[in-house]
């Protein structure tokens, strides 16, 4: 009862906290490989509901009774907790996309793992990796990018940059608009540093060392089964 919305509810529903959870939760108790014993409680009451979604939350077994070590929203009937300590939460990222969230355990809680998580486009049927690292060859500075966009499916790709280098992004034949765009952040910005609508070039210098991730995606094309091509030059020095 320490949870507001659980607290909310149960207090809706007219019964004792007790009563109320014994029918407003499905569990199931799972021993990891490291020993942790786990309790995986998947909401099925209606008043937990998170639009299509529902809450999961996983109970690691300690000596004075319980501790919540993961609480996230997933699909019903679809959340994967396995032994091995991974636990998969697919939702809905938008009406077309579903976001296969995976986390793992650290030894102390859950914790989202973008390496192991993916996207599903509904109509196109694919899956693709939440993110993808951007690698240079040995001795290199450039690197090529290839792939397929959508209407609604791209790819995100992830590199790590210092303050002050340059960069440059060029759309490459095959990858012209108005099928193909990509806008440049700075981690978790809101606001981008480059935005490739339109235009095929774009080179700059980066404001900052840390992580930066290029989003690929599909433009002026409401085909939701058409696939375009894309190959990006990017190279930093």
């Known amino acids: 009862m320490s949870d507001k919305a659980i607290a909310a509810c149960a207090s809706e529903s007219g019964r004792t906290p007790q009563a109320y959870v014994a029918q407003a939760f499905q569990l199931r108790h799972l021993t990891l490989r490291g020993g942790e014993y786990m ?7 209606p008043c937990l509901a998170l639009g299509q979604s529902t809450r999961v ?5 300690i000596g004075s009774g319980y501790r919540r070590v993961l609480d996230a929203p997933t699909l019903p009937a679809f959340a994967q907790v396995s032994a091995d300590g991974t636990a998969t939460m697919p939702t809905h990222d938008s009406v077309e996309l579903i976001l296969e969230s995976t986390y793992v355990w650290n030894g102390t809680k859950y914790v989202f793992s973008a390496a192991r998580s993916h996207l599903y486009d509904v109509a ?3 899956r693709r990796p939440y993110e993808v690292p951007v690698r240079f060859a040995p001795g290199t500075s450039t690197t090529t990018l290839s792939g397929t966009v959508a209407y609604h499916f791209g ?3 992830v590199l790590r940059a210092r303050a002050g280098q340059r960069i440059s992004i060029r ?8 099928h193909t765009g990509a806008s ?5 910005d809101a606001s981008s540093l480059a935005q490739l609508s339109g235009v095929t070039a774009w080179s700059g210098t980066l404001p900052k060392t840390g992580t930066y991730r290029l989003f690929v995606s599909g433009t002026n094309e409401h085909d939701e089964y058409r696939r375009s091509r894309y190959e990006i030059r990017l190279a930093i020095r």
Do not use: F, K, N, W
């Open 57 to 61: 939350a996983i109970y690691e077994r």
């Open 171 to 178: 759309l490459q034949s095959g990858a012209r608009p108005p």
């Open 39 to 45: 309790t995986v409680a998947v909401a099925i009451d």
């Open 184 to 188: 440049l952040y700075y981690d978790d």
């Open 124 to 126: 196109l049927g694919e």
């Open 155 to 157: 790819d995100e790709y």
